[in-house]
């Protein structure tokens, strides 16, 4: 009778070791998902809010498709102004009404707030912004040959515009795989800059090229951009292509063609 109880309480034991650990093991491989929340003023002067929702497996970050992301506006997640599933690249975007969504705080910043409410595998997350709403302008000239590109951007602070002093732009032009930085500015006291476009850009067949002045991922400015496409660019002939090659022709340089061939050959070994 004794060893019967004992192999009883064995097995019980044995059995609630084996729930543990079953347990145990299931809430260690829930999914923590990285959440990426940015804001974007486009050059129409249209904003949006994105989040990106991702997780790391084997060192590689992986998009989380078909998760519902929730935006809000206000402190406190105050008013809530859509529900958006990700897309195939766990990407959800959210176009803002000026008129309806945005309500700043007493310092003048917009908040906003993202956040995923999680399910049985994957753990929830959420992230906030602090935007403070400002105006971007660039005007193109040329005197003499010279092309400068002007840029003025102000901010609205305690109800007012002024000045956006001591913060840097960068003006890009777009290239075979991203974009090209051509110059960089700070502006000053009066919120002005100036930066010095260059001569032997390539552009399309006619002289095209874009130019995009931005703010990138700024702390209180988020994304803010603007771009125009004009003659400033050398005209492109098929001459040009064939014996040249740089990250501005459409045939990219030997040294890239040959770098991404070992590169994608290792991943592909591994």
Same mark, same amino acid.
């Given at each position: 009778?004794?060893?019967?109880?004992?192999?009883?309480?064995?097995?019980?034991?044995?059995?609630?070791?084996?729930?543990?650990?079953?347990?145990?093991?299931?809430?260690?491989?829930?999914?923590?998902?990285?959440?990426?929340?940015?804001?974007?003023?486009?050059?129409?002067?249209? %904003?949006? =809010?994105?989040?990106?929702?991702?997780? %790391?497996?084997?060192?590689?970050?992986?998009?989380?498709?078909?998760?519902?992301?929730?935006?809000?506006?206000?402190?406190?997640?105050?008013?809530?102004?859509?529900?958006?599933?990700?897309?195939?690249?766990?990407? #959800?975007?959210?176009?803002?009404?000026?008129?309806?969504?945005?309500? #700043?705080?007493?310092?003048? =910043?917009?908040?906003?707030?993202?956040?995923?409410?999680?399910?049985?595998?994957?753990?929830?997350?959420?992230?906030?912004? =602090?935007?403070?709403?400002?105006?971007?302008?660039?005007?193109?000239?040329?005197?003499?040959?010279?092309?400068?590109?002007?840029?003025?951007?102000?901010?609205?602070?305690?109800?007012?515009?002024?000045?956006?002093?001591?913060?840097?732009?960068?003006?890009?032009?777009?290239?075979?795989?991203?974009?090209?930085?051509?110059?960089?500015?700070?502006?000053?006291?009066?919120?002005?800059?100036?930066?010095?476009?260059? #001569?032997?850009?390539?552009?399309?067949?006619?002289?095209?090229?874009?130019?995009?002045?931005?703010?990138?991922?700024?702390?209180?400015?988020?994304?803010?951009?603007?771009?125009?496409?004009?003659?400033?660019?050398?005209?492109?002939?098929?001459?040009?292509?064939?014996?040249?090659? #740089?990250?501005?022709?459409?045939?990219?340089?030997?040294?890239?063609?040959?770098?991404?061939?070992?590169?994608?050959?290792?991943?592909?070994?591994?």
């Amino acid at each position: 009778m004794m060893k019967r109880k004992i192999t009883i309480g064995f097995l019980l034991l044995s059995f609630l070791t084996l729930t543990s650990n079953f347990l145990f093991s299931q809430e260690k491989t829930k999914i923590t998902p990285y959440l990426q929340f940015q804001y974007f003023k486009d050059n129409d002067d249209n %904003s949006f =809010l994105k989040t990106t929702v991702t997780y %790391s497996m084997n060192r590689m970050e992986l998009p989380l498709p078909g998760m519902k992301i929730v935006f809000y506006s206000g402190s406190g997640m105050k008013i809530r102004l859509a529900e958006i599933t990700t897309d195939e690249k766990g990407v #959800a975007k959210y176009n803002l009404r000026h008129d309806s969504d945005i309500s #700043a705080d007493k310092n003048g =910043l917009f908040p906003f707030n993202t956040m995923f409410a999680g399910n049985d595998t994957i753990e929830s997350a959420s992230a906030e912004l =602090l935007i403070r709403d400002i105006t971007l302008k660039m005007e193109l000239t040329e005197i003499d040959s010279i092309k400068t590109i002007l840029l003025t951007a102000e901010k609205v602070d305690n109800g007012k515009m002024v000045p956006v002093s001591g913060e840097k732009l960068t003006v890009y032009v777009p290239r075979m795989f991203s974009l090209l930085p051509v110059g960089e500015a700070t502006l000053d006291e009066s919120g002005k800059a100036s930066v010095e476009f260059p #001569a032997d850009l390539p552009g399309d067949k006619d002289g095209n090229i874009t130019i995009i002045s931005r703010f990138e991922e700024h702390p209180e400015f988020g994304n803010v951009e603007k771009r125009t496409t004009l003659k400033w660019g050398v005209p492109a002939t098929s001459t040009s292509h064939s014996s040249h090659r #740089a990250l501005w022709t459409k045939t990219a340089p030997k040294w890239m063609i040959y770098t991404l061939s070992i590169l994608l050959a290792g991943v592909w070994g591994h």
